[in-house]
């Protein structure tokens, strides 16, 4: 079992560019997660994907903007990147059912994002 | 909102000892899950241990213990027989529906494991 696979690993991008982060879950996994985890902070939610739609959203501005496939793995896009973009960016899966709230979500190893 | 503070932003710990890392939060729900996640220097996040609410049974995974005081908000992991393996980035984290909702995460601490 590969577990949750990020691509790249690391990135690095000028002002006002976009980019496009890939994440494919844990094998038996339904749902996406991205998170976004600055240097000496910890993880902020910024949005979630099942059944190939956006379910859950955290305080992130539309530049953020996502996608679930029907395979189940998904993509994140920013655009017109920032300085403050500069992060690195984790995907979780996990799987949702009658029993959701006993799954666990795994991580990938993230994607390291430096805005220039 | 929901929040998360952990206090500590470094901790160390001798080889062998133990060490308690301290996590409060604050939140208007009943019903809500906490976790406490291990961040090495490989940069993937680990789920270390897991309590339910609801649950008034402090959880425990091998070395692994939480003390959980929902009254005062208050979620403290502990380790015992520290191993150089747990040195990493630890968090506290917060999610109203288990795993598969969204987390809420605090800072993070920094634990030092020293031969």
């Known amino acids: 079992d590969a577990g949750v696979t990020q691509s790249p690993t690391h990135l690095i991008k000028t002002r006002g560019q976009q980019v496009t982060l890939r994440c494919s879950p844990k094998s038996g996994h339904d749902t996406v997660s991205w998170y976004q985890q600055a240097l000496g902070q910890g993880p902020q939610f910024i949005f979630q994907?099942?059944?190939?739609?956006?379910?859950q959203r955290g305080n992130f501005p539309d530049r953020f903007s996502g996608h679930q496939f029907p395979n189940y793995s998904s993509e994140l896009n920013v655009n017109a990147l920032l300085l403050g973009d500069s992060a690195l960016y984790l995907c979780a899966s996990s799987l949702a059912g009658a029993e959701r709230k006993n799954t666990e979500a795994f991580f990938g190893q993230g994607t390291r994002l430096t805005v220039v | 909102a929901q929040t998360v503070t952990q206090s500590q932003p470094e901790m160390s710990v001798q080889e062998a000892e133990t060490v308690t890392l301290s996590c409060t939060y604050d939140?208007?729900?009943?019903?809500?899950?906490l976790f406490w996640y291990k961040q090495p220097p490989s940069r993937q996040m680990i789920l270390v241990i897991r309590?339910?609410?609801?649950?008034?049974q402090n959880a425990t995974e091998n070395r692994f213990s939480v003390n959980f005081q929902k009254a005062a908000k208050s979620f403290s992991l502990k380790i015992s027989d520290s191993q150089l393996g747990d040195a990493a980035m630890y968090f506290c984290a917060y999610s109203t529906g288990g795993s598969n909702y969204k987390l809420t995460f605090g800072k993070g601490t920094l634990l030092t494991v020293n031969p």
């Open positions: 994907y099942y059944e190939e739609e956006e379910r």
């Open positions: 309590q339910e609410a609801y649950k008034q």
């Open positions: 939140t208007s729900e009943s019903d809500y899950y």
